[in-house]
């Protein structure tokens, strides 16, 4: 590849990740945040190396040229560029103009579910908190490991995005979980039942009590809801953890 294309795949790579991590949130569609920050130091490393490589150009260009082989006072590039080379040029303009859709119920309605931690003790649940907001995760614990059967019966409130169930029956609420980044996104899911599901990728809060099946307390009891009411919500700037669902300060 010639420096001028050079020069240019690393200007427009580097404001494409400063565009996704400095001036967007769409970095947080691929990279957690804690990655942010080393996203936007890349982006600014390849726009300075962009504009030295312009430079060194621009500098070369304005010298005289020395005579070459061939006597006519003019230097002669001999290299050629591979037509295909310039294919790298499009993830570079992909990063400005056009986004890869965050992951939502398409890839959760292929992949298991993950699997909750194996944990021994549970803190009390508060008895006052009616309904009692949950993650996806700590209520699929409850569920499949308190032997003490604090949840039975409870009222939880819990939050994520719609996945129609790949079977076509029902639907489950779900969270997306980054370990790292989108190549290792896991996925905790909750089949709910008794309310009809919004449209996929839709964010809503569900309230309701577990849904009876198996032995509660064991791997056999089902990480399931009978919903009550389900409310569309905002989706959340960073969606990829599984946190309480948000409430309104009293």
């Known amino acids: 590849m010639k420096r001028p294309v050079q020069a240019v795949l690393l200007l427009l790579s580097g404001l494409g990740v400063l565009h996704a991590s400095l001036f967007t949130d769409l970095c947080l569609r691929y990279v957690k945040e804690g990655m942010r920050p080393l996203l936007v130091v890349s982006g600014v490393l390849?726009?300075?190396?962009?504009?030295?490589?312009?430079?060194?150009l621009r500098r070369r260009t304005a010298t005289t040229e020395a005579p070459d082989d061939h006597g006519d006072g003019h230097?002669?590039?001999h290299s050629a560029t591979p037509r295909i080379s310039w294919l790298l040029l499009l993830p570079a303009l992909s990063l400005l103009f056009f986004a890869p859709p965050a992951l939502g119920a398409y890839t959760a309605a292929r992949e298991a579910p993950k699997a909750v931690v194996a944990q021994d003790d549970f803190e009390p649940l508060p008895k006052t908190t009616k309904p009692l907001p949950m993650t996806l995760t700590d209520f699929t614990s409850r569920v499949q490991q308190d032997k003490k059967r604090a949840i039975k019966g409870r009222s939880v409130q819990l939050s994520g995005y719609v996945t129609p169930r790949k079977d076509g029956d029902g639907w489950e609420l779900t969270r997306t979980i980054f370990s790292c980044c989108a190549a290792d996104a896991q996925f905790v899911k909750v089949r709910m039942y008794g309310a009809s599901a919004p449209a996929a990728d839709t964010w809503v809060s569900v309230t309701g009590t577990w849904h009876p099946g198996g032995t509660l307390g064991t791997g056999s009891a089902p990480a399931a809801l009978d919903a009550r009411t389900v409310k569309k919500i905002?989706?959340?700037v960073?969606?990829?953890?599984?946190?309480?669902?948000?409430?309104?300060?009293r």
Do not use: I, Q
């Open 46 to 56: 390849l726009v300075l190396l962009g504009l030295a490589e312009a430079w060194s």
């Open 75 to 77: 230097a002669h590039d």
């Open 234 to 236: 905002a989706k959340p």
């Open 238 to 249: 960073n969606a990829y953890k599984d946190e309480l669902p948000w409430t309104p300060s």
